[in-house]
């Protein structure tokens, strides 16, 4: 098959020809038919994650068909729609029991604990656990739109969030995750404001439904400014970035008994970034993190897909061939492209 890989971290990436996958008893081979081109890959690529080894196929935001089956596979069969949450719960450690597969012990995470779907075909572990069957409604683009961002995004805001209607959500930063962000949290009635330094991404932010935007390089005070706005602080904020002054600022923008998300991952010599922890206690505000998205709280959000209440189609804005990652990932961090580009040419 042909895939993309490098053999050394910020090295060359290509495309080369390499044995085709095989199902473990527990797994499924998907034909590759769309593949989100996603900034973690761009992480993945810099050497941020401990997990890699090399050489390495990236990509993690997958939809395809299954062409193969182990012999323990019980709830799917060949030719079955697919996609797969990039983080997949092994089914047995105690986080799986109490169904957070998102936080494994074990965990399957295609494109960094294994080879990727930048590739014709990937190989899929705990398949009955983690594989998710496309409604028809749902094409391979739009469904490997969801893998990552849009997924992520719908946990952080629904689950991690508990975000309700009315409630004042301020997404910091308007890349995949913060746009996903906001048209899940504008679906769920709140109101929205959008924050970021480019004019053309707030602009789209707001057509996909921020009630309000932020440039925060025109802003003298962000956090001043979104109080003003809603009158006395966010009951959400996301970082959707990953950046340590958006962190600040995002647990700074909360009103009382506010909840800040995490969801934006930070370079390695940012990991012990500075919050303002006076506000914290005196406000009672919650600080809480947000990987990815449990293969069965995928029904919600397909149905709010297929009933026409979230349009993640809207979000993807390029599709890409298979050979043009290797020119578009090591940019990644200084992209400044709208949406999601989704790979839906692999020959």
């Known amino acids: 098959m042909k895939a993309i890989i490098y053999e050394k971290f910020k090295g060359l990436l290509g495309i080369q020809n390499v044995s085709d996958p095989n199902p473990k008893k527990d797994g499924v081979v998907i034909e590759v038919k769309s593949s989100g081109l996603c900034k973690s890959d761009w992480h993945g690529w810099m050497g941020h994650d401990k997990d890699i080894e090399l050489p390495h196929v990236p990509g993690h935001e997958l939809a395809g068909t299954i062409i193969e089956i182990g012999s323990e596979i019980k709830r799917f069969r060949v030719g079955d729609r697919v996609t797969v949450p990039f983080v997949s719960g092994c089914g047995n450690c105690q986080e799986c029991q109490t169904g957070n597969h998102q936080v494994c012990d074990f965990q399957f995470q295609p494109g960094f604990t294994h080879w990727g779907s930048f590739a014709q075909y990937v190989s899929i572990d705990y398949a009955d656990t983690n594989l998710v069957k496309l409604p028809e409604e749902v094409d391979f683009i739009t469904a490997a739109s969801l893998g990552c961002r849009f997924a992520t995004s719908f946990r952080g805001v629904v689950d991690q969030g508990k975000t309700k209607i009315d409630d004042w959500v301020i997404i910091h930063g308007c890349g995949g995750v913060g746009l996903s962000a906001i048209m899940i949290a504008n679906a769920l009635g709140a109101k929205v404001i959008a924050v970021d330094i480019d004019k053309e991404k707030l602009d789209f932010a707001e057509s996909v439904g921020a009630v309000n935007s932020i440039n925060s390089l025109n802003s003298k005070n962000v956090i001043e400014q979104i109080h003003e706005i809603t009158q006395g602080g966010a009951n959400v904020s996301i970082d959707a970035l990953g950046n340590p002054d958006v962190l600040f600022n995002s647990v ?8 800040h998300i995490q969801i934006g991952i930070m370079s390695p010599k940012h ?18 993190g947000s990987h990815g998205m449990q293969a069965y709280r995928y029904d919600e959000m397909l149905d709010m897909i297929k009933e026409g209440k979230l349009h993640p189609e809207k979000l993807v804005t390029q599709t890409i061939r298979l050979e043009d990652v290797a020119v578009e990932l090591p940019i990644m961090d200084k992209s400044k492209s709208l949406g999601i580009k989704v790979i839906n040419d692999f020959s």
Do not use: H, M
């Not at 990991?271 to 809480?288: C, F, G, H, R, Y």
């Open 252 to 259: 700074s923008c909360l009103r009382k008994r506010g909840r």
């Open 271 to 288: 990991t012990n970034s500075k919050i303002p922890i006076d506000q914290i206690i005196a406000k009672e505000l919650e600080i809480v």
